[in-house]
Structure formats: C-alpha cells, structure tokens
C-alpha cells in the first residue's frame, strides 16, 4: 500500500502509466481481449457487454498523481455496485456475474501487463 502511495505521488510515474493505458486502448491492442469478451456476452444482455473495458477505462480517468489509493478503491467499488451487484437479481445471479467479471477481470488485467511489458516497459516507471 505504501509502494502505491510513493507511486501515485509521483508525477513523471502517473504520466508515463496513464500514457502507457491510454496507447494500449488508442493502438487497440486490447481488440484480441475485446472479442473474447464480445464472443461470449453476445448471448448475455447488453448492459454485461465490455463491463471489465468500463471498470479499467473509468480507473485509468480516475488515475492522477493527486489521487489516493482509497479514492481509486472506491472509485473501482463504486463501478462493481453498479455494474455487478445492482443488476444481479438473486444470490445465483450474483455468484454467476461477480465470477464471471473476476475471470474477465483477471484476463484483461493478464493482457494489460503483457502488453505493457512488451510494448511499453517506460510504464512501469
């Protein structure tokens, strides 16, 4: 949690990451992630489509080097009450979005580091 803090103080850090996500989305080296996500959802209800993209794209718009660890935490809450927990319509429902948003969660995340790691090692500061 420290690390993080030292982290999001830093100015030059927060710049290069934030620029390292957002070129991930504009060179759209994320569409391999996308339509695995769009392959699956295209059965499930539209407000489930690309939930993940949303979580991420609202953290890296939340993400600046006067943000606190807390203010992102309850920024990424915020969307998991609205994009999991709100339209679950039964203990079941809950189960089944909230494992299947970690599983995609954890993927995009996966593809994100990769990407990152690969084509932008400047973003880990």
Do not use: Y
């Not at 030059?12 to 569409?31: M, Q």
């Not at 769009?38 to 600046?64: D, G, P, Y």
């Not at 994009?83 to 909230?98: D, L, N, T």
């Amino acid at each position: 949690l420290q690390t993080v803090r030292a982290l999001l103080n830093n100015n030059s850090t927060v710049s290069v990451l934030r620029s390292g996500l957002h070129a991930i989305f504009n060179e759209k080296s994320l569409d391999v992630t996308k339509d695995l996500f769009q392959e699956k959802s295209r059965n499930l209800k539209k407000r489930q489509k690309n939930i993940q993209l949303k979580c991420l794209k609202n953290f890296i718009s939340s993400l600046t080097s006067s943000t606190d660890i807390r203010d992102l935490l309850s920024s990424f809450s915020s969307d998991l009450q609205t994009f999991v927990i709100k339209p679950s319509k039964s203990k079941e429902a809950f189960k089944e979005q909230a494992s299947d948003f970690m599983l995609k969660w954890n993927l995009l995340l996966s593809n994100v580091g990769k990407i990152l790691t690969i084509n932008r090692t400047d973003s880990f500061g």
